[in-house]
């Protein structure tokens, strides 16, 4: 059922590489709320070209970008202001990526070259999105920026490798640019911190199968899917929460606050009598 949440609003939708990714399920909602917006990806992910069905659906004009480089991301924002009239009112930051989890290198054997590449693309991005919006004021008063984190910025997760530095990383920056935007212009930034979800950036995880189950009997409300996600971006793109900035919402079903559940309580007892 749509609101018209979104309706007159315009806004960047970073990061849809297929219809799992959270940022593909992002687009369709916010299409749906009335929202008219462009889509970025990194040069390299146009190649598989699923982006193009999202953007004939969305009516949405897609403006390749590589994250890391602060003249690509001047250009989406110049070209996104000329195709769609004006200032944006939202920007989704969906981008994530380390070579190290790809490539199985475990916590103590790091690719440093790898690891900065990981913290450039996943974390400073945000800043850059950020820092070239406030420069070429290219965000409207009390417009939402929205990154995507995962809790392993806060507790240990060995197979997360160097991608928990990168979410704490980008969550320190949402709070540090959210301070400094919303004193200049009202601009609003947080992240949301997710459930595990099947996507490509997700299941190229280590062990990602049995943490995402492991999480699943964890959350007495189980884990949200990319559709929940996407609903809760829409509400912080949204007039409905102007005031909150600054913020790491976890958006888990209840995850980052159980100790235990009891669903696994009785699964370790069923082990110990088997
Ligand atoms: N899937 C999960 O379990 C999960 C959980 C919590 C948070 N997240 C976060 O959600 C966000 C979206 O990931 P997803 O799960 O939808 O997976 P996904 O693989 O669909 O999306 C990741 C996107 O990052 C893009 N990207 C990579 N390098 C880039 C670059 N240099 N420039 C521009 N774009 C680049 C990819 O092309 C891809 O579209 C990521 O930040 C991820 O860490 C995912």
């Not at 007159?8 to 929202?35: C, F, H, Y």
């Not at 990981?118 to 406030?134: W, Y």
């Not at 947080?190 to 996507?199: A, E, L």
Request: hydrophobic share 40%; aromatic share 10%.
């Amino acid at each position: 059922m749509a609101y018209g949440l979104l309706k007159g609003k315009r806004g960047i939708i970073s990061g849809a590489l297929d219809e799992n990714s959270i940022a593909w399920k992002v687009a369709l909602k916010a299409k749906e709320e009335g929202a008219t917006f462009t889509l970025t990806n990194a040069p390299i992910a146009m190649r598989m070209g699923a982006i193009n069905e999202l953007a004939k659906v969305c009516d949405a004009q897609i403006i390749p970008a590589d994250a890391t480089s602060v003249e690509d991301i001047e250009k989406l924002y110049t070209q996104s202001m000329d195709v769609l009239g004006g200032k944006v009112d939202f920007v989704l930051h969906s981008i994530g990526m380390s070579a190290n989890i790809r490539k199985g290198k475990e916590y103590g054997d790091l690719n440093y070259d790898w690891y900065l590449k990981s913290l450039d693309v996943s974390s400073l991005s945000l800043h850059k999105f950020l820092q070239v919006a406030e420069k070429m004021d290219a965000i409207n008063e009390w417009g939402s920026v929205v990154a995507l984190s995962y809790i392993a910025a806060q507790r240990t997760y060995p197979f997360y490798t160097d991608m928990a530095e990168a979410k704490a990383m980008l969550e320190s920056i949402a709070r540090s640019f959210g301070y400094r935007y919303g004193k200049a212009k009202n601009v609003r930034v947080n992240t949301i911190s997710q459930s595990p979800t099947k996507t490509t950036a997700g299941s190229g995880i280590g062990g990602f199968d049995a943490f995402y189950e492991f999480a699943e009997k964890m959350s007495p409300l189980g884990n949200a899917t990319a559709d929940d996600c996407a609903n809760y971006t829409i509400s912080l793109f949204s007039d409905l929460t102007r005031m909150v900035t600054m913020q790491n919402l976890f958006h888990d079903g209840g995850y980052s606050s159980t100790g235990i559940s009891e669903e696994l309580v009785q699964m370790i007892q069923n082990q110990n009598k088997a």
